[in-house]
């Protein structure tokens, strides 16, 4: 049974830097695709962020230069540091896996982040 798990997430000031995490688990991870999508109230889930297998990425153009990907394949964990953090950027972030490098069937259950003075 495929598994995400999203500890983190929270509160930050405008500006400022937040990491989330994502723990896999029941997938041979080194071989998914591995994402980032938020959802804002009123607003449909897009996606932030994904890394292939090879370590490929892809980013939403409204987080280009300011988030980073990156995945550790002996731990099954795909983390997303997220820089320069404004207030548009408050949503629900999950995690999500498939085997190919677009959104997958699996999903963790979503992290709330909060970017607000």
């Known amino acids: 049974q495929v598994q995400l798990v999203e500890p983190g997430g929270g509160l930050v000031q405008p500006g400022g830097p937040l990491r989330l995490s994502c723990a896999a688990s029941?997938?041979?991870?080194?071989?998914?695709?591995m994402g980032w999508y938020r959802q804002a109230p009123g607003k449909q889930r897009e996606l932030v962020a994904i890394?292939?297998?090879?370590?490929?990425?892809n980013y939403a153009d409204s987080v280009k230069g300011r988030f980073i990907i990156s995945r550790d394949n002996a731990k099954n964990t795909v983390s997303l540091q997220m820089n320069s953090l404004k207030p548009e950027d408050t949503a629900v972030y999950y995690c999500?896996?498939?085997?190919?490098?677009?959104?997958?069937?699996?999903w963790g259950q979503g992290t709330q982040v909060t970017v607000s003075s």
């Open positions: 999500n896996a498939g085997r190919v490098f677009t959104t997958g069937p699996y």
């Open positions: 890394i292939s297998s090879d370590g490929t990425t």
């Open positions: 029941g997938v041979i991870f080194s071989i998914f695709a």
